[in-house]
């Protein structure tokens, strides 16, 4: 992600086809090591390519992509006695009780004394 994200950096900076050496200045200027393998990688599939164009494109693809909002959960069946609440409630209760515990309330001073 540190390559893309040198390559992006060039690019903003005016820069419309950023070699290797270009990408690898700006990441050793906030001290960062550049892959070598996955720069090369980079370089090589963006060659002769609108940096938006390829952003564009990628943009579209995961407009495709569901992202799982349609699934249903399937869980243990709940106690026909109303027994499945319980345990919410319980949780309730130790959230009240740990919050007076980390309440400071003035830990034997006062800031304004």
Do not use: C
Request: net charge negative; glycine share 10%; hydrophobic share 40%.
């Amino acid at each position: 992600m540190k390559v893309i994200a040198a390559y992006l950096l060039a690019v903003l900076g005016g820069n419309t086809s950023p070699t290797a050496d270009d990408v690898k200045n700006i990441l050793e200027s906030v001290g960062a090591e550049a892959d070598e393998e996955k720069l090369e990688f980079l370089l090589t599939e963006l060659k002769d390519r609108d940096i938006t164009e390829v952003i564009a494109a990628g943009r579209e693809r995961l407009s495709s992509v569901t992202s799982g909002g349609g699934a249903i959960a399937i869980g243990a069946p709940a106690d026909a006695a109303g027994g499945g609440a319980a345990p919410a409630e319980e949780a309730k209760k130790e959230e009240k009780v740990e919050e007076k515990e980390e309440s400071d309330e003035d830990m034997g001073f006062s800031l304004f004394d």
